[in-house]
């Protein structure tokens, strides 16, 4: 992993038009993503995760959904000012993606060889017999067995977890600099899901891939992601190395995310919920979004919009509780035992 | 958490002998969903059934409560049997003591109808309401039960999220007092935050309603943390059986132990380091069928004779 960044989203905010109003579904969020890095994007449902990656790809449902500000750099482009047209040449080429469900993103009519094969003509202008044989090595190369076989195969023929490899190669196809993966092993059961993530580490090694690993669970995290944002009602609340998300959490939505996950150990009787549901983005809350689900919440944080604090140079929280005014509040005794239990040794200062 | 004896009885609620599903999937071909299971749930425990997919442990709940017809085998409650030809009547009497909580909180209720039917259907089949009143109070009650209003009765399930209809289908299985109730993965279409609202619900319930649980899962250390005891079922089988405490601190059989070191967990040095193990069923020794043995008190594995005896040296004391 190198410090030289490859992509950097400023101040972006997408919104949907709907018959009721403005959805902003992503609301002023800034990250970047250096080479070879995996940065985890982690939050609930309508948390505007998904539809950050989909601006960068420039997949937004047009004309409902809309960049309505901010830019996404990448080389000497702005994407975000980029027509459809344009993006073509980036998307599934420097761009490529992995959905949660295989099966919606391979065509069942199509063999899978062929579907390999398609990026690896278009974009890479390859003969026939290239392309077939560049196929067979990617299939290897996402260890799926007999690959040269399974090319004349179609997708129902196979397992859930192949075709998840299949989408991988053909997501490798084009030698994407950045591979978004929106919950890829989700739908994936965990002896499964471990061998997706081990072929996603070793791919991301050889070819210094930069990953943008969007999922709700926290265990995959601690698992893929170098950095990790967290993600709140369309905005990045903590953003941080993976280490200090975990060990030194620092927003409450993080430690509410946290404590509602039981430990191996968990001895209390209830575990740490966040109660209630995430705000309307409809018409998004004056001050902080979350502060209503919030039980260290401030009068000032139904007022005004926290900023982010830095806590490192590498870590930012956006909660009033790190303003040097602020009353010293700790996490949960129940998240502060989690992590005493964790193997990872903090030092606050670190 | 698991490992709660507090109001536990020795009572069995539910006693599965021999259970087996088998689907027929062409002329020749059988699969075997479920086969030979054998195990017992009591009273005031939640029993987890954990596995990946296509293990049977779905196909075993939809077979307890009927949903499927079991190829063989007996499911006794309160030491009836629930399988095999029944009347109306005991049919009838039957699915008021088993309730089930389905996965897709969006599928498993009707769109077209107001939630206040779909909680009440229950109580309509089986007559729990004198009259109107009685009927709307009673659904009142349970909304409030499970965390939601009273003014949510009208309305229909798409005006409610993925945690609140999860809400909505909890109180359906309650409107009929039941005392025994499947969850099958209730809780993996919700996101984590809510996951724990409604375990902690379920938790909630079960201490005030005196409720037995069969939880089916494959999430874990949810599992864990809500059940008693824990099965682990590998195709169609029941490999290993104790209570979660012991399983997840002394794993024996060695699907087990793999699926429990696939897990990631929250803790990034953690996963730096954790060594995943990988299971070969082919490493069993072929020549012997293995039966379900009890290697030390009240923990069950499938094995051999020969890895009965192995396990039972190592085991501690």
Known sequence: ?350 | MGGRTVDMSDEKLLEIKNLSQHFKTGRKSLVRAVDGLNFDIYKGETFGLVGESGCGKSTTGRSIIRLYEATSGEVLFKGENVQGKKSKAELKKFNRQMQMIFQDPYSSLNPRMKVIDIIAEGIDIHGLAKDKEERRQRVYELLETVGLSREHAERYPHEFSGGQRQRIGIARALAVKPEFIIADEPISALDVSIQAQVVNLMKKLQREEDLTYLFIAHDLSMVKYISDRIGVMYFGRLVELASSEELYRNPLHPYTKSLLSAIPQPDPVHERTRRRLAYKPEDHDQSEEPEFREVTKDHYVLCTSKEFEEMHQQAPV
């Open chain 1, 1 to 350: 992993m190198s410090n030289e960044t490859i992509l950097e989203v400023k101040n972006l905010s997408v919104s949907f038009k709907t018959p009721n109003g403005e959805v902003q579904a992503v609301r002023d969020v800034s990250f970047s993503v250096g080479k070879g890095e995996t940065l985890a994007i982690v939050g609930e449902s309508g948390s505007g995760k998904s539809v950050t990656t989909k601006a960068l790809m420039g997949l937004l449902p047009a004309p409902k959904g809309y960049i309505k500000n901010g830019n996404i750099l990448y080389g000497d482009e702005d994407f975000a000012k980029l027509s459809d047209k344009q993006m073509t040449k980036y998307r599934g080429k420097d761009f490529a993606m992995i959905f949660q469900d295989p099966m919606t993103s391979l065509n069942p009519t199509m063999k899978v060889g062929t579907q390999v094969m398609e990026g690896l003509r278009m974009h890479r202008g390859m003969n026939k017999e290239e392309a077939k044989k560049e196929a067979v090595r990617l299939l290897e190369l996402v260890r799926i067995p007999d690959a040269k076989a399974r090319m004349d195969q179609y997708p129902h023929q196979f397992s859930g977890g192949m075709r998840q490899r299949v989408v991988i190669a053909i997501a490798l196809a084009c030698d994407p600099k950045v591979l978004i993966a929106d919950e890829p092993t989700t739908a994936l059961d965990v002896t499964i899901q471990a061998q997706i993530l081990d072929i996603m580490k070793d791919i991301q090694e050889e070819f210094e891939t930069s990953i943008i690993f969007i999922t709700h669970d926290l265990g995959v995290v601690a698992n893929v992601a170098d950095r990790v944002a967290v993600m709140y009602a369309g905005k990045i609340v903590e953003i941080g190395s993976v280490d200090e998300l975990f060990y030194n959490p620092k927003h409450p939505y993080t430690w509410g995310l946290l404590g509602s996950m039981p430990t191996v150990d968990q001895r209390e009787e209830e575990l740490f919920a966040i109660p209630g549901t995430p705000p309307d983005l409809l018409h998004p809350p004056k001050g902080d979004a979350f502060a209503p689900r919030n039980r260290y919440a401030l009068k000032i944080d139904y007022e005004e919009q926290p900023p982010m604090f830095q806590v490192s140079e590498t870590h930012y929280a956006a909660t009033w509780l790190l303003h040097e005014n602020s009353p010293d509040v700790q996490p949960p005794a129940s998240v502060q035992q989690r992590i005493e239990e964790m193997d990872g040794k903090w030092e606050a200062g670190q």
